[in-house]
């Protein structure tokens, strides 16, 4: 039975990325040799790395003066290393969420984080607006996508600092406007690779600002000066988002991709919205997520859920069960899940209800 992958991360890749990484693990660039077993420093695997810059550089208009990195330790390490590496006094944080709860955290070991806005009074089911940034904060840091809670800011914010943000689950599925960040960070087990690489985009004049002393690893010029290649890269994952960013490249780039994923997340809310058995756990559209969509079941039909996830599972449908700060069911549609896989669940939907 084919599979519909709504898994929120490791989730779904391409069949094209999924194919050519396939490809490469018997026969890597004609060398006879697997992906898995050649040098970082041979010709072929630089020119993987090589392209897989330019490539991001194309796909998010990024501007002179910034780097891309592909590093180790998840975004979880970036919750540190961003403020260990550019938090001199003061920082202000968007608190929408447990990785944004974890980020704010770290960053209190390094300074001062006043936290500007937060939506911790109803777990986390909108994005705070009104907020005021201090002009004297070194960076203002939000999630731009919180993947437990199904929440997503859309258009880059405007503040009088620069920005930090954790894309990591929304990355590649709308344009932004790079040059507004100091940096940009995401795992890429969402919509990129699979896990084990991390994105980094950082403009490298916010860097050598701070006193403090930066153990090599974690100093984010260390890997520039090397190419993202001080130590061993992930060399897997990186070759994997080579092929989601020819992918996407070919696709038609983000923009394209944002027109596809809003089109999945509308049919999907319609027919939340117009159910009697399920309800939105995000109730203002502007702060639903396209990307991680939340429901439940209304308390009537409450007892109901467990048995809608097996009914989902005889359908080929995987990986709704929502996260469990939450409940219910998350879906998530990420760039690279097909438009019939969110049919599909609506139709399950429709005749659980039916049935009921
Ligand atoms: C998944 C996720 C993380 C955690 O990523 P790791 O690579 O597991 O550290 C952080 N932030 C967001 C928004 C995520 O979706």
Known sequence: MKKHNFYAGPSILSEYTIKHTADAILNFANTGLSVLEVSHRSKEFQAVIDEAQALVKELLNVPDGYSVLFLGGGASLQFCMVPMNILSGKAAYLETGTWAVNAIKEARLFGDVEVVGSSKDSNFSYIPKGFTVPDDVDYFHYTSNNTIFGTEVRVDPDVNVPMVCDMSSDIFSRPIDVSKYNIIYAGAQKNLAPAGVTLVIVKDECLGKVERAIPTMLDYRTHIKKGSMFNTPP????????????????????????????????????????????????????????MNVCFVMTPEFKELEKEFVDFCGTRGIVGIKGHRSVGGFRASLYNALPIESVEVLIDAMRDFEKAH
Do not use: C, N, Q, W
């Open 235 to 290: 060399v897997l994952p990186i070759y994997s988002a080579l092929m989601t960013l020819r992918y996407y490249k070919e696709r038609g780039g983000v923009a394209e991709m944002e027109k596809i994923d809003l089109k999945k997340a509308g049919l999907l809310y319609d027919a939340i919205d117009s159910s009697k058995m399920f309800e939105g756990t995000v109730s203002d559209p502007a702060d639903r997520s396209i």
